[in-house]
């Protein structure tokens, strides 16, 4: 039996979920906190994440010698005071041993926002991208319309990632906008290395008109990164659900 645990997060602190060299990390700021209730444990997430990228929800699981001794209804308030402001879990359940937060996932969906304004928003500051050139949101939904479907992704997938196999079904693809917040949803069967990012970064290039030799469709065929736009920061990236 293994410990589910729902976490949501501001990323801004923090190097990424997975512990590395450069800096503090979600997994070893909960494991921390898990730790001192469970003794030593194991802690499996269900993706990595980047710098300064955030979740509203993100599954990891715990296992321990002793991971029943406390009802899961009573695991997120007891970790909630052992962690930072920036960290939470929101529920946890027992799961059978043979679950894997990450590769018993159907999908996940992603979220980007976009702060539309030159004057910067203190409440966004760090968990929306400011940027100040007006975009055409009815233009950005028609385009991100033609990344659905199941291709190679290759063109959308930043340089050092390890992945052969680099097609992914996009079954959620569209743009809403509520005053100047421009968000962007993605949902897919997986993603790869910044592909969020640079779907984002490639949809706005297109609506200036800096592809415009150039179209969605080509770009996918060509499976090169050079062809697409720019990669967006990662202030503006949410991880919003994963399906189970």
Request: proline share 4%; aromatic share 12%; hydrophobic share 40%.
């Amino acid at each position: 039996m293994k410990l589910l645990l729902e976490l949501s997060f501001l990323g801004t602190a923090y190097c990424g979920f997975q512990v590395q060299k450069n800096g503090k990390s979600i997994q070893s700021t909960v494991q921390g906190a898990v730790e001192k209730i469970y003794g030593t444990v194991r802690l499996t997430g269900c993706s990595r994440t980047d710098s300064g990228v955030h979740a509203r929800s993100f599954y990891c699981t715990v296992e321990a010698e002793d991971v029943g001794k406390i009802p899961p209804d009573r695991v997120p308030l007891a970790l909630n005071s052992l962690l930072p402001e920036d960290v939470a879990v929101k529920s946890a359940r027992f799961v059978d041993d043979s679950f894997h937060p990450r590769y018993s996932a159907k999908g996940k969906q992603y979220r980007y926002f976009v702060l539309n304004s030159r004057i910067r928003d203190p409440f966004l500051e760090g968990r929306a991208f400011r940027y100040p050139i007006p975009l055409d949101a009815e233009c950005l939904n028609r385009l991100a319309a033609e990344l659905a479907g199941r291709h190679d992704f290759s063109a959308f997938m930043a340089a050092g990632s390890d992945v052969s196999d680099t097609v992914r079904t996009v079954t959620q693809s569209h743009v809403e906008k509520d005053g100047e917040l421009i968000t962007f949803i993605f949902a897919a069967d997986g993603f790869l290395y910044n592909m969020v990012r640079i779907m984002v970064g490639t949809l706005i290039d297109f609506s200036l008109g800096r592809l415009a030799d150039k179209s969605i469709s080509d770009i996918i065929a060509s499976r090169d990164r050079s062809r697409a736009g720019f990669t967006a920061p990662p202030e503006g990236l949410y991880l919003w659900e994963v399906y189970y």
